[in-house]
């Protein structure tokens, strides 16, 4: 599925959020200034957006990895063309990571751990690489839950979201999975609890625009 959309991902999230998931991305890559991370792992990086926002914090390397090559070779020519020398974009299973424990300083997920077949197994390969006293911020869409975004948010969401996706991109499954993937996502203090369970010490959450995304700030 995500190799049938590669070549139109990156349109159509700018143009599905109006261009705010690059202010997103912004604010959760500022979360991890205080690192002052060197080493940085962008987990389901698709076509490299976050991994390329990472390069303000001036890390000596970021690495993004995908399992879908489709997206990988989109992001592969976005990184030549940036010049982007410091992103390297790998091929790989996010739940079956081949990197060593306590690896990376950072890691960052952008709209990709919902997608994870086992949320756990990623989650706790995601804490296995991370140094002690490192983060990994998570962006993940989300239902608001005021009026009345809730109400316009779940019209977008259901309806529109899924005919402009598939005008555009011709997948006819892409854009409706997406809200059901959301859906049945265990969001806000649910998630916070699966990795508290996981091993991470200390977790907090942030809903962005209007409830419509979530941030998630994950210390091991």
Same mark, same amino acid.
């Given at each position: 599925m995500f190799d049938n959309i590669s070549g139109?991902?990156?349109? $159509?999230?700018?143009?599905?959020? $109006?261009?705010?998931?690059? $202010?997103?991305r912004k604010k959760a890559v500022k979360m991890l200034a205080s690192l002052h991370p060197k080493k940085i792992l962008?987990?389901?990086?698709?076509?490299?957006?976050?991994?390329?926002?990472?390069?303000?914090l001036n890390p000596d390397k970021v690495t993004g990895l995908d399992i879908s090559p489709g997206m990988l070779q989109v992001g592969i020519e976005k990184m030549k063309r940036k010049k982007a020398d410091k992103v390297e974009m790998l091929l790989g299973d996010c739940e079956h990571l081949h990197f060593e424990d306590n690896a990376y300083?950072?890691?960052?997920?952008?709209?990709g751990v919902r997608n994870f077949e086992n949320l756990e197994q990623g989650l706790s390969e995601m804490h296995r690489v991370l140094r002690p006293g490192g983060k990994a911020v998570v962006l993940e869409p989300s239902f608001p839950v005021t009026f009345p975004m809730k109400q316009l948010f779940?019209?977008?969401?259901?309806?529109?979201?899924?005919? %402009?996706?598939?005008? %555009?991109s011709s997948d006819t499954s892409a854009y409706?999975?997406?809200?059901?993937?959301?859906?049945v996502f265990p969001e806000g203090e649910k998630f916070l609890e699966i990795c508290d369970r996981i091993g991470f010490n200390k977790t907090v959450w942030h809903p962005l625009t209007f409830g419509i995304c979530a941030l998630y700030i994950l210390e091991k």
């Open positions: 139109k991902y990156d349109f $159509l999230n700018h143009f599905l959020s $109006l261009g705010i998931d690059v $202010l997103w962008d987990l389901a990086t698709g076509t490299g957006d976050f991994a390329l926002e990472c390069l303000v300083d950072a890691i960052t997920v952008g709209f779940s019209l977008y969401f259901r309806f529109i979201l899924p005919i %402009v996706g598939r005008l %555009v409706t999975y997406l809200p059901a993937s959301v859906e």
